[in-house]
T-cell receptor, first 111, second 113 residues
Framework: SQKIEQNSEALNIQEGKTATLTCNYT??????LQWYRQDPGRGPVFLLL?????KEKRKERLKVTFDTTLKQSLFHITASQPADSATYLC??????????FGKGTRLHILP | DAGVIQSPRHEVTEMGQEVTLRCKLI?????LFWYRQTMMRGLELLIY????????DSGMPEDRFSAKMPNASFSTLKIQPSEPRDSAVYFC???????????FGPGTRLTVL
């Protein structure tokens, strides 16, 4: 079955460092991957999208990569700040519009 | 724009009761997604609509769940009868035709006792 996996362990990063989150998919080839941020008690908020023919996408301090050989996407936050602390969700979408979300990784930026 | 609106924000009910969750899409959007989020299973897609038509309901757990779009801007998700294992946060999200980004509502936290 199609699976998308994120590291379920919380990630603690010192303020100012780069946080890197991993998303791996198996048994399919998504047309694109999306990254969302979710704060407690709120719905997910879209951050970035990367298509299968793109290697890298950037937006301000955020960077996403898509490696179809490794079946993996990496999400980077540079110069991390305590306000970046949240749960980050990876989602894949096939050409038939089927969307699968990972369980998310909790990120804590330590002051 | 007010964003996606969901009601109620919290619902506590007893097993066997009918539960109706409501969602209002962002004006002009024509795709609607219902999700359920739990600690164990994460965020799961239940059903989605394009232009009021259900496209994929393979995520609907069983016949106790039903979803409708009586008009282009409004949707309901009904659980009848509810069970304790239905306790979760239910989100709806809307999307503009041809776009990739979904906009999520604030969610409804459902507790079935």
């Amino acid at each position: 079955s199609q699976k998308i996996e994120q590291n379920s362990e919380a990630l603690n990063i010192q303020e100012g460092k780069t946080a890197t989150l991993t998303c791996n998919y198996t048994n399919y080839s998504p047309a694109y991957l999306q990254w969302y941020r979710q704060d407690p008690g709120r719905g997910p908020v879209f951050l970035l999208l990367i298509r299968e023919n793109e290697k890298e996408k950037r937006k301000e301090r955020l960077k996403v990569t898509f490696d179809t050989t490794l079946k993996q996407s990496l999400f980077h936050i540079t110069a991390s700040q305590p306000a970046d602390s949240a749960t980050y969700l990876c989602a894949s979408q096939n050409r038939d519009d089927k969307i699968i979300f990972g369980k998310g990784t909790r990120l804590h930026i330590l002051p | 724009d007010a964003g996606v609106i969901q009601s109620p924000r919290h619902e506590v009910t007893e097993m066997g009761q009918e539960v109706t969750l409501r969602c209002k899409l962002i004006s002009g959007h024509n795709s609607l997604f219902w999700y359920r989020q739990t600690m164990m299973r994460g965020l799961e897609l239940l059903i989605y609509f394009n232009n009021n038509v259900p496209i994929d309901d393979s995520g609907m757990p069983e016949d106790r769940f039903s979803a409708k779009m009586p008009n282009a801007s409004f949707s309901t998700l009904k659980i009848q009868p509810s069970e304790p294992r239905d306790s979760a946060v239910y989100f709806c999200a809307s999307r503009l035709a041809g776009a990739d980004t979904q906009y999520f509502g604030p969610g409804t936290r459902l507790t079935v006792l």
